[in-house]
C-alpha cells in the first residue's frame, strides 16, 4: 500500500497529465481574456498564503486554494513563481493558509498588492504568531492550515503547490470573505442563515 503522502503525489501527478498530453483534435480556442471573464464567475474563499524564515515574512492574496485528501490532510496553492512569497515557500518548504473573515477585504486588498504596499508592511496592524511550520498565521483568522510543502508541478507561470497540513485551527466566528465577479462577499454557515 502507498503511504499517505505517495497517494497525494499520484493525484497531483494524475493532473499533470492532463496539463502534459498533446490533444492533436482539439484545436485552443480559448482567449486569456475569454478564460478570466468566466472564470470571475466562480465563487471563491479569500485566503493569505504566508511564508516566512529567520525574521522575513512574505504573504500574497490567493482564492486558488482547494483540499486534495482528508486521509491525511493535504491541500494545494497556486503561486506565481514571479512571487517572493514563492521563492520563500520553496526556500523554507512550509506555508500556512489564512481563511479570511468577512470584514477582512481591505487585508485582502492589501496582500493582494492593490494598496502599493509591499513586504514586511503588509503584516502591520494585524497579530501574526507561527504554528509547527513556523510560516506566519493571523490569530483571527476564520481558519488557519500550517503545512509543509510535499510537492509541486509547474503549469504556465504559476506552480501547484501541495502541502501536507500539520495543524489546522478554526475561529469562532465562521463567516468566510468571498470573493466572485470582482467583488468581495461573504458565506454564513447554514444555522447563521435567516430568510
Request: net charge negative.
Amino acid at each position: 500500500m502507498a503511504s499517505p503522502d505517495a497517494s497525494a503525489v499520484a493525484a497531483v501527478t494524475s493532473v499533470a497529465a492532463l496539463f502534459t498530453a498533446e490533444r492533436p483534435n482539439a484545436p485552443l480556442t480559448a482567449t486569456p481574456d475569454d478564460f478570466i471573464d468566466a472564470m470571475r464567475l466562480l465563487p471563491a474563499g479569500v485566503t493569505i498564503v504566508t511564508a516566512g524564515s529567520r525574521g522575513r515574512r512574505c504573504g500574497f492574496t490567493a482564492t486558488a486554494v482547494c483540499s486534495v485528501a482528508a486521509e491525511p490532510p493535504h491541500l494545494l496553492v497556486c503561486a506565481n513563481r514571479a512571487m517572493q512569497t514563492h521563492e520563500l515557500i520553496e526556500a523554507t518548504g512550509h506555508f500556512a493558509v489564512n481563511l479570511l473573515h468577512a470584514g477582512d477585504a481591505a487585508l485582502a486588498d492589501r496582500f493582494g498588492g492593490r494598496t502599493g504596499i509591499e513586504g514586511e508592511e503588509r503584516f502591520f496592524g494585524r497579530r501574526w504568531t507561527t504554528f509547527v511550520s513556523g510560516a506566519p498565521v493571523l490569530t483571527d483568522a476564520c481558519a488557519v492550515f500550517d503545512c509543509v510543502l510535499v510537492e509541486r508541478l509547474a503549469v504556465a507561470t504559476h506552480d501547484v503547490m501541495v502541502g501536507r497540513v500539520l495543524e489546522v485551527r478554526r475561529s469562532g466566528d465562521q463567516t468566510a470573505l468571498v470573493y466572485v465577479d470582482r467583488d468581495y462577499g461573504r458565506v454564513m454557515p447554514p444555522g447563521d442563515r435567516s430568510g
